[in-house]
Structures are given as C-alpha cells and as structure tokens.
C-alpha cells in the first residue's frame, strides 16, 4: 500500500505508480479532499487494518460531522479524520459480530449493510471495502461502475483528449470493474450506484444478496 500527504501531481508515489508495473486483482485509489485532519500521512487515505487475517483497506469520499465511534475495544483510528474512524467502527463491528472468525460473505454482507446504514446517518458515506476477496461499494451521494470485459474497445477519458485501447492491453478472459465517483470515460455507459446503495464485486462482477 503506497500513500504520499503531498498532492498527486507532485507526488514520487504518483510517479512510481505511472511507471512501476504493479499488478494486483483489487486497487484502490484515493486523492483526498481534507474535510475533517490534518494534511499529514497517517491521515491519507487508503487506510489498512488486519482482520481474520487478512489485510482489508478502505478508502471514504464524504464527510461524517461529530463522529465518535463506540464500543471501541480492538480497533483504533491513527489518525484523526473521519474516514478512519468510519473503518475502525466498521471493522470492529464486524470482529464482535463474527468473533469465531471469518463467516461467508453471504453471512457477513448484512451486518455490513447494517453498520454501514448507521454510519451514513453521520453524513456523507461513498466507500470503498476490499479484503483482496471481494470488493464493497457504497453511495451515499455519487458512485458510479462499468465491467469491461471481451470483447473490449477503445475507452476516450472525459477530462482529456486521451484514448486508450483496451484491445491492446488485455486479453480475452480478462474482465475488470472500475468503480469511480463520477464517470470517467464519455463513450461508454456507466451504471449509477443508487443512494444508499450497498453493492458487492467480485472477480469483476457484482454480486448480489439478499
């Protein structure tokens, strides 16, 4: 996980980002505007906490006014915003609720949906979750997705005169969804994710419980 304080267009991590070859099944890429913290680096977004073990990060678009977590026995916020507060409340929730252990997602996918719920009383609630397994979306004002899969095309971004050709960097069984606040391309179509809204991804579909 790279995170930089500084902003992104003069950021070493940007740069290494655009010339590095990482590949991984889940990113989570945030630019962060501080509504609540300071601009320091146990502040930036994605935050990263071990449960079950396995590594879940978590990234927040909003703003959560006179949010003080309860119950707190295992998990603490580092820094001091919001966000990072939201994921300790969430991930503690979900260790007391499941304290035998990580439960099936289908189990797990309705307490999320609960605590979740609760915190986006608080204010604004756009979210991202992964476990490296699935991949949890939540709009509370703005999200959007798109699943690109074969056969693929060519993609014009919407803020540049930037094509790309995704014909010729992919393969036929790959598939990937881009989760994004607003889109970010203006010749496909992208799928609105309704307010209050929480969708679950995996393997770059989403996956729907009841």
Known sequence: MLVDSKPSISSPVAEL??????????????????TQGKVVLENCHPFRRELWGRYWI????????????ESMEFYHPV?????????CSILETLRQSFPKGRP????????L????????QKGVFNYLLSDGDY??????????????????AAAHLIDQDLTVDFR???????????IATTPLTDNETWTPIQSGELLAFQDGLPVYFK
């Open 104 to 111: 099936s997602v289908e189990t797990l996918y309705p307490v």
């Open 168 to 178: 010729e960097l992919t393969t036929s069984s790959d598939r990937v969804a881009i």
């Open 135 to 152: 991949f949890f979306a939540h709009c509370s004002t703005n999200l959007s997705y798109i699943v690109r899969q074969a056969p693929f």
């Open 17 to 34: 980002v655009r010339s590095y070859p990482i590949h991984s099944t889940h990113v989570i890429a945030h630019i962060r505007k501080a």
């Open 58 to 69: 978590f990234a927040h678009n909003g703003d959560l006014q006179n949010f003080v977590p």
């Open 79 to 87: 820094g001091d915003t919001d966000s990072e507060k939201a994921f």
């Open 113 to 120: 949906k609960e605590i979740t719920q609760l915190l986006a």
